[in-house]
């Protein structure tokens, strides 16, 4: 149960894109469409923002959407703003029936 | 409306036992898995447990497997976490969480507000 490797910071001006990178190996990411993305500001409670890989909840902003190629699940973030300055984290459902986080990435809006 | 509630954290010596409950409403608990998951002061989430709908399929992180045990109560709606041989590393706030009709069962859109536990001598 090693957790999926995100970068440790992404940073990006207002109305940028970025894309923030979760690989796992064939036994989690790669092997199941079970990927999911949170979003957590200091002190508050995660918020789901992507789910299944690139389903969006409803009330999540389409600036949000996600993707996977391989073992390899991305979390894009397009115009961003000053609001989405915050922690993300992807999970993804495993082989062994567990679940396994990233350790997370945080955002920086400069 | 959904709503999880989480109580039961505290502060405990290394070695000891803590019972943690998750109180929730607003939807068919009995048809649901649920999650624990926590996260350590300053660290990232960690996934703990899940415990099936109807509480035949229990899973764990290997760093609590042996040591903490899920269950449910589906007559009250309520899920525990028992947790003992506890560590300072288990010291972090503890989420209970599961998914509404607008996601899918392999995700995780409705958390409680957490309850803090705490191991120290």
């Known amino acids: 149960q090693s957790a999926l490797t995100q970068p440790a910071s992404v940073s990006g001006s207002p109305g940028q894109s970025i894309t923030i990178s979760c690989t796992g190996t064939g036994s989690d990411v790669g092997g199941f469409n079970f990927v999911s993305w949170f979003q957590q500001h200091p002190g508050k409670v995660p918020k789901l923002m992507i789910f299944?890989?690139?389903h969006r909840p409803s009330g999540v902003s389409i600036r949000f959407s996600g993707s996977k190629s391989g073992n390899t699940a991305s979390l894009t973030i397009s115009g961003l703003q000053a609001e989405d300055e915050a922690d993300y984290y992807c999970i993804s459902f495993t082989s062994s029936a567990t679940w396994v986080f990233g350790g997370g990435t945080k955002l920086t809006v400069l | 409306q959904v709503q999880l509630v989480e109580s039961g954290g505290g502060v405990v010596q290394p070695g000891g036992s803590l019972r943690l409950s998750c109180a929730a409403s607003g939807f068919t608990f009995s048809k649901n898995d649920m999650h624990w998951i926590r996260q350590a002061p300053g660290k990232g989430l960690e996934w703990v447990a899940i415990i099936s709908y109807g509480g035949a399929n229990r899973y764990f992180a290997d760093s609590v497997r042996g040591r903490f045990t899920i269950s449910r109560d589906n007559s009250e709606s309520t899920l525990f976490l028992q947790m003992n041989s506890l560590r300072p590393e288990d010291t972090a706030v503890y989420y209970c969480a599961t998914y509404s009709s607008g996601s899918s069962s392999f995700t995780m859109d409705v958390w409680g507000q957490g309850t803090t536990v705490t191991v120290s001598s």
């Open positions: 299944d890989v690139s």
